[in-house]
């Protein structure tokens, strides 16, 4: 357990200063700036503690915040995707994932990515609608979800394949 607190540490740290020094000074075509911390929830320990997560993904987005000067988007989000997980995981794994031996070593990597796209793409919604704040503006809500999501996603997958350990 004492492994995993470091290994969890290490990775949010890494995600934060991945976020803020590299991605948040990227700007493809304007507007899209890929989001990577998501990865964050995608790598948090499935039988780990909701509470202590909870608390983890609200400082995850706050720190994002505070170096993006964003108003409590990220944090908003982050909350929000960490609250729904256990329902995207149920979605995505079945039932499956509240047994004890549950792993992503015996989900398919159709599955695999299906959750992180799912945490991808609830993130970005509440993140872009808090943003622009505006039904009226749906059309520009949508392109960033879209556009940002689809670039997040392909981060994050190759994220994953090159620095998940073998055994996930």
Sequence with gaps: ???????????????????????????????????????FFYWYPIKGNRALFMVTAFLLGFIIDVFSDTLALHSIASLTVAYVRPIIMRFCFGVNYEF???SFKNTTKV?????????????QVV?????????????????????????TLIVCTLFSSLF???SE
């Design 1 to 39: 357990m004492n492994s995993a607190i470091i290994l969890n540490g290490f990775r949010f740290i890494l995600l934060v200063l991945t976020q803020v020094l590299i991605f948040n000074t990227l700007n493809f075509l304007g507007f899209i700036n890929p989001l990577v911390y998501v990865i």
């Design 100 to 102: 004890q031996n549950f």
């Design 127 to 151: 993140f872009f609608s808090l943003e622009v704040l505006s039904i009226s503006h749906f059309p520009l809500i949508l392109k960033k979800v879209f556009a940002t999501g689809i670039v």
């Design 164 to 166: 998940s350990p073998q």
């Design 111 to 123: 599955q695999r990515v299906t959750f992180l796209g799912l945490l991808i793409l609830i993130h």
